[in-house]
């Protein structure tokens, strides 16, 4: 039987604390229009791992087949030349307990693979890393990925608050707002020390910060300074930008921590209408009301705790 290449597929794997599941899965359907419980998602869009707080590995598949041995002989059209190789066995998978495979026989497969594959193996630095995966009842093979977590670098910073946004909700939050970077413009209009500017510079979001607070902006620069990121941070008001953006990224000033009225709400609300074409607003207080009255259609919505404080993480167009 003649054995055909796959189309290109992309299969993912996730890892997220409990807490964290609603946010997960509102990256997720932010990327990939879909959501999964399993841990495991496919889809034919190509999303880095790096980028996402909740990805753990990425297989971009070459071939695939319901038995092992259908892996196997694909694998022999690869030609590695003089370059090396590796082979990762996936852990994750949907295999009931009874049918799990075990440390000794993934190690097994591994090798099996490799000893199709034309090419010389290197456990240590390899050219090409190669995963295999059972899923679903089939096996998929394909170039692997895993994610460097590159946002852990970023949680310790020069200046810090208690209410601020963790880095990982920042960073998923970012990915939230600009799915796709290419060619789109966003804006962070309360950005306060800048956790989300930091995040979404990191991943090449064409990102924009403001704040009204003069001593919170210093906190901001030296901040981006620290990680080497440069971008317009300006101090002044919401209502004093004349720019348009893809996006807006609307951290609201939290009733507990600050004197802003529902009409200065509003007015916040009403300005990231007029400037963005999209907005992801962050709020500890009901909203939706006021949402409604600047404008906006709320979209998808999710809710993140950081302790007892909970808030609301609101898509809207």
């Known amino acids: 039987m003649e054995m055909k290449k796959q189309a290109p597929l992309f299969i993912y794997t996730y890892g997220y604390r409990l807490e964290e599941t609603e946010l997960c899965h509102l990256e997720m359907r932010s990327f990939f229009d879909k959501q999964t419980d399993s841990g495991l998602l496919m889809s034919e ?3 880095h791992p790096d980028r996402s707080p909740f990805m753990r590995e990425r297989l971009e598949t070459m071939y695939q087949g319901e038995r092992l041995e259908d892996i196997l002989e694909q694998v022999k059209q690869i030609e590695l030349g003089d370059s090396t190789f590796k082979v990762i066995f996936i852990k994750m998978s949907d295999l009931a307990p009874e049918d799990k495979i075990d440390f000794d026989d993934k190690r097994v497969i591994e090798r099996e693979i490799g000893v199709y594959i034309e090419g010389e193996a290197d456990v240590h630095n390899p050219d090409y890393t190669f995963g295999i995966l059972n899923w679903g009842g089939r096996w998929y093979f394909g170039n692997y990925i895993k994610s460097k977590a590159v946002w852990l670098t970023q949680m ?5 608050y208690s209410i601020a946004l963790s880095t990982r909700v920042a960073r998923a939050v970012a990915n939230i707002a600009v799915p796709i970077p290419s060619g789109k413009t966003a804006i962070d209009p309360c950005c306060g020390i800048g956790t ?3 995040e979404a510079l990191s991943m090449g979001i064409d990102i924009v910060g403001r704040d009204i607070n003069p001593f919170v902006i210093r906190g901001t620069l030296e901040n981006l300074a620290h990680f080497n990121f440069k971008t317009d941070v300006v101090c002044g008001d919401i209502a004093d930008i004349t720019s348009h953006y893809d996006a807006a990224i609307l951290d609201m000033p939290y009733n507990h921590f600050s004197r802003t009225t529902p009409e ?3 007015s916040l609300l009403r300005n990231a209408r ?11 207080d009901p909203m939706d009301e006021l949402i409604e009255s600047a404008g906006f259609a709320i979209l998808d919505r999710c809710t ?12 809207c167009a």
């Open 304 to 315: 993140t705790r950081k302790g007892s404080f909970i808030r609301q993480i609101i898509v």
């Open 264 to 266: 200065d709400q509003l």
């Open 196 to 198: 989300v500017l930091v």
């Open 156 to 160: 310790t910073k020069p200046r810090s």
């Open 274 to 284: 007029r400037i963005a074409a999209k907005a992801v607003i962050i709020t500890a």
């Open 45 to 47: 869009i190509a999303v």
